[in-house]
């Protein structure tokens, strides 16, 4: 299993997160398009669950999640036995750029010129299309909204619906210039004419390569959620599937995706049931009229296993991406996507990226939060977000734990002078004449107080230091 991978997804300046928060805020178009999509959203994860005791199926899914990875390498051996008596091939890729050359061999040994692929967010953080394009293999996206940011030159803005940061007249706007499709407003008929385009490049397609909801040990199956018919063409059409997924999908058995298929589709589109879930569990039998003849999964690890050794942040690696955190985050629904210029944004992101790229590259990241508490109050398997964004927090300053080496003078990234401050701080508060002094001090001085606190006073204003201490003011009243 793997260091964590070092390259900034898309490369885009992670760091610029501030910048691009503020154009966003300032973007009419974009608050709306995201404002509208979210409050839908939100209104059909919570019209879906009614009548359903909430509480109790988050905990069966925080516990199939959790027993699952405390027996993580034993499932994943487990799998690969599995995956490989059903004739399917197992490579491990230690990360990104390792996946990117399984895939690239697959493809060359079959002579493959094109491949089509059905929505995977890990081969968005493998940056898979951009490899294969400059090895001479065309990859086409083939969920619609992955083919609309396609078409666009942009990535996902949502784990679960990639366009939704257009709506309706920009991507009609964007298939009349790309496409030469009719300029019109009715999404069927957008629909159909990308239906129609995909369809032909389904049948040429040398391999599919798809991603995995929930990969079963017990039979060596592989799940697929999806609602375009997209995943099934992909697995099914090609003559060779090339399934890429993280380390943590495995699930023990089929029982349990039962549990966790009801968690993701409620919280991820309100819906109670996808229009497609696909089990893939081999290439194609004699017997059989279609499939592919040659089935490969790709286990990536790409940071998972450093993840997997914190018992704290081992909770990340709970997530079933269902964007439900996306979809409540405040933050999330007024800058969008792209804002965060990583593969997975919003809360998930803010605590799964600083693994993938590193703290020191994401370490604004955990603090693009208010800590309101949505995204831990709403994520169906009960990862403590907020929890995990205080802790990540607080080594973005102290010291990165769980890769110490990746930051400079031994993981301190502490300013000289608020280190100063704080340590002043407590040593005062652990003594109390020390403790009457001060305050007794800072009471008297409270004039020679600055009134521009650096970036805490640029929004806020400063908060003034009253005339007499806590302690004076109680004996006065004589209490
Ligand atoms: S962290 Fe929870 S709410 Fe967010 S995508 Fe993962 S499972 Fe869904």
Redesign the pocket.
């Known amino acids: 299993m793997s260091e964590t991978a070092q390259h900034s997804p898309h490369h885009i300046d992670v760091k610029e997160f501030h910048p691009r928060a503020h154009e966003a805020l300032h973007n009419p178009q974009i608050r709306h398009n995201f404002r509208k999509a979210m409050d839908g959203l939100m209104t059909k994860r919570k019209s879906a669950f009614e009548g359903w005791d909430l509480e109790s199926l988050r905990d069966l899914g925080a516990n199939v999640r959790l027993r699952a990875l405390a027996n993580l390498p034993d499932l994943l051996e487990q799998l690969e036995k599995k995956l490989t008596e059903n004739g399917i091939k197992v490579h491990w890729a230690v990360d990104g750029d390792e996946a990117c050359r399984i895939v690239r061999d697959i493809c060359k040994a079959r002579d493959a010129k094109t491949v089509i692929k059905g929505k995977s967010m890990v081969s968005e953080e493998m940056e898979l299309n951009k490899y294969l394009e400059e090895h001479g293999i065309e990859a086409l996206e083939s969920d619609l909204g992955e083919y609309i940011v396609q078409l666009a030159g942009e990535t996902p803005s949502h784990?679960i619906m990639p366009a939704i940061h257009k709506n309706t007249g920009e991507i009609s706007q964007l298939l009349h210039d790309k496409t030469g499709t009719d300029l019109s407003n009715d999404v069927e008929y957008l629909t159909a004419e990308a239906r129609l385009q995909l369809r032909e490049k389904f049948m040429n397609a040398d391999v599919g390569v798809s991603g995995v909801n929930f990969a079963v040990a017990e039979t060596g199956t592989l799940c697929l959620v999806e609602n375009e018919g997209n995943g099934r063409m992909t697995t099914t059409v090609p003559k060779c599937h090339i399934a890429v997924t993280g380390i943590e999908k495995v699930v023990p058995n089929l029982e349990d995706v039962t549990a966790l298929l009801a968690l993701l589709t409620r919280?991820a589109t309100g819906q109670h049931i996808t229009t497609y879930f696909n089990m893939i569990s081999g290439p194609r039998k004699a017997e059989e009229l279609d499939g592919p003849d040659e089935v490969h999964v790709v286990l990536v690890d790409n940071g998972r296993s450093s993840i997997y050794q914190d018992d704290e942040l081992l909770d990340t690696l709970?997530?079933?991406?269902?964007?439900?955190?996306?979809n409540h985050c405040p933050v999330y629904t007024r800058v969008g996507g792209h804002t965060y210029g990583t593969t997975y944004p919003?809360?998930?992101g803010k605590i799964l990226m600083p693994h993938l790229i590193g703290l020191d590259e994401g370490r604004h990241l955990p603090s693009a939060s208010s800590l309101c508490g949505a995204?831990g109050e709403?994520?169906?398997?009960k990862?403590p977000?907020p929890d995990l964004l205080v802790r990540l927090r607080q080594e973005s300053v102290d010291g990165d734990k769980l890769h110490p080496a990746k930051v400079r003078g031994h993981g301190a990234k502490r300013n000289a002078l608020e280190a100063m401050i704080w340590k002043g701080w407590s040593w005062m508060h652990a003594r109390p004449g020390a403790y009457r002094f001060g305050t007794n001090m800072a009471a008297r001085l409270r004039k020679l107080q600055p009134g521009q606190m650096g970036g805490w006073t640029q929004f806020r204003t400063s908060p003034k230091l009253a005339p007499k201490t806590f302690h004076e003011t109680l004996k006065e009243r004589g209490q």
């Open positions: 784990i919280s709970r997530c079933i991406r269902c964007g439900a955190c996306m919003g809360p998930i995204c709403v994520c169906p398997v990862i977000i």
